[in-house]
């Protein structure tokens, strides 16, 4: 049985409500596989601007999942080291039961039985070094010492320059600024509503999302962080993408990469 936490979701997961948080206990298996799949039905933008998610309590372990273009991005909350997964809903419940996981497992001992014991080829034997006599310690030190000092020098100069994705003349907003930038940016921009138009979600301080609207299927989103500050007079946002800054217009829209962005009401 599972322990579930809905984020800004409805208790069916069928729909988005703003800044909800139902705990569900003792969710069956099947249970909670409807919740996924109502998930995956949510409209994609709706679901973007609103950061919705399902958070999956099993034995000793956490999960994360959101859902993006009828599937389902997984996250391993105690290995946060290892990359989200994108699954389909039956292969996200195959992770959260543990029948994935023994699959694996099952695979790769097979795989050593197969493969037989390894032999480890015998290589030349090599002489045993004398230690260096004492008249050259001294040098081997001194150069050793050397060594240390220019990394030392070099390490310095690399922290005290500007930070890659910090523009030149890039001034970061202060405190008290932030809070009010913050709230005034959250919001949807899209270049346009047909295929190939481009679009940014600003869910949260510090947090959005990039995104190309596609024909058919939903969109796929990137997930990109900011930091919002000045360049002279004009408020811009420093990203972590290969476009790097966003300028924010005075009519409030955004322009990122040549492209305008307008604020959708």
């Known amino acids: 049985m599972y322990k579930i936490f809905l984020v800004n979701l409805a208790a069916d997961a069928r729909s988005v409500v703003a800044s909800a948080h139902n705990e569900l206990r003792d969710v069956s298996p099947a249970a909670l596989e409807a919740l996924l799949r109502n998930f995956c039905e949510i409209d994609p933008i709706e679901n973007a601007v609103a950061d919705t998610e399902i958070r999956v309590q099993i034995r000793n372990e956490s999960y994360l999942l959101r859902s993006e273009n009828r599937h389902m991005i997984l996250y391993d909350v105690h290995r946060r080291e290892l990359p989200a997964q994108i699954l389909t809903v039956e292969e996200a419940m195959r992770e959260l039961d543990g029948t994935a996981s023994a ?80 709230a005034s940016l959250t919001g949807v921009y899209l270049t346009g509503n047909e295929p190939g138009h481009h679009g940014i979600v600003v869910t949260g301080p510090g947090e959005m999302k990039l995104f190309e609207l596609a024909a058919v299927e939903a969109p796929r989103f990137v997930y990109a962080g900011y930091r919002p500050g000045r360049i002279g007079a004009r408020l811009c946002l420093a990203t972590d993408q290969p476009g790097g800054l966003i300028q924010v217009a005075a009519d409030g829209s955004l322009v990122y990469c040549g492209e305008t962005y307008q604020r959708i009401p």
Do not use: C, K, N, Y
């Open 103 to 182: 699959a694996r497992t099952q695979a790769m001992l097979q795989a050593r039985a197969e493969a037989g014991p390894v032999e480890v080829p015998a290589g030349p034997v090599l002489p045993v070094m004398a230690p260096p006599p004492a008249a050259s310690r001294p040098r081997m030190f001194a150069l050793s010492f050397t060594a240390a000092l220019l990394l030392t020098v070099i390490g310095w100069l690399a922290d005290s320059g500007p930070a890659d994705d910090i523009p030149p003349g890039f001034e970061p907003a202060d405190a008290g600024e932030l809070d009010r930038v913050h």
